[in-house]
């Protein structure tokens, strides 16, 4: 188990050092007071190996299974989790005391908890103008920054390889460090 959350863990460092060659979207939350850096990033190291604590897993982009969330399973090898997660992270996942608290929406229904599309998350947390199609535009939760270093521990990453490999994916900042 304890070679799964490393292998997981490292997965995100690189997914991170990618990223400073493809960095599509930054996303800070610093001006927002609702926002709880901290417990994001404790939901993050508390749930890096594990299925996410409302139970369910995003095995592909369009396919969930979901399960009692107790006790805690340790998470498939892969999947199409990452936006799922970011999501209890940075929101509040009823099964949790943990996550930023954000009022992330979730449009599955059913036990699945917040955003599986980073897409959609994205629009949901900047009201990006150029994505009207899902009906965000005007939220401002997030704001789009330019570098890795205007963000802090508890910030989300989204970057786009559209052009690479057809995903878009998303990641939770949860370095302690500035590049």
Aim: aromatic share 14%; hydrophobic share 35%; with cysteine.
């Amino acid at each position: 188990m304890k070679r799964h959350k490393y292998n997981r863990i490292l997965l995100n460092t690189l997914l991170i050092l990618v990223l400073i060659v493809f960095l599509h979207k930054g996303i800070s939350f610093a001006k927002i007071s609702a926002y709880c850096h901290e417990l994001a990033n404790t939901y993050a190291f508390a749930f890096c190996d594990l299925v996410c604590s409302d139970g369910c897993f995003f095995r592909t982009c369009t396919t969930v299974e979901c399960r009692d969330p107790f006790p805690p399973r340790t998470c498939p090898t892969f999947g199409c989790d990452c936006a799922h997660f970011v999501s209890c992270c940075i929101g509040n996942e009823p099964h949790s005391s943990y996550g930023g608290q954000l009022p992330v929406p979730c449009r599955w229904g059913g036990k699945v908890y917040g955003e599986p599309s980073a897409e959609r998350l994205y629009a949901w947390l900047t009201g990006d103008p150029n994505l009207p199609e899902y009906g965000y535009v005007g939220n401002k939760y997030g704001r789009r920054v330019d570098s890795v270093n205007q963000l802090k521990k508890g910030d989300v990453i989204i970057y786009d390889l559209k052009g690479y490999s057809g995903k878009t994916i998303t990641v939770q900042f949860i370095v302690d460090t500035k590049w």
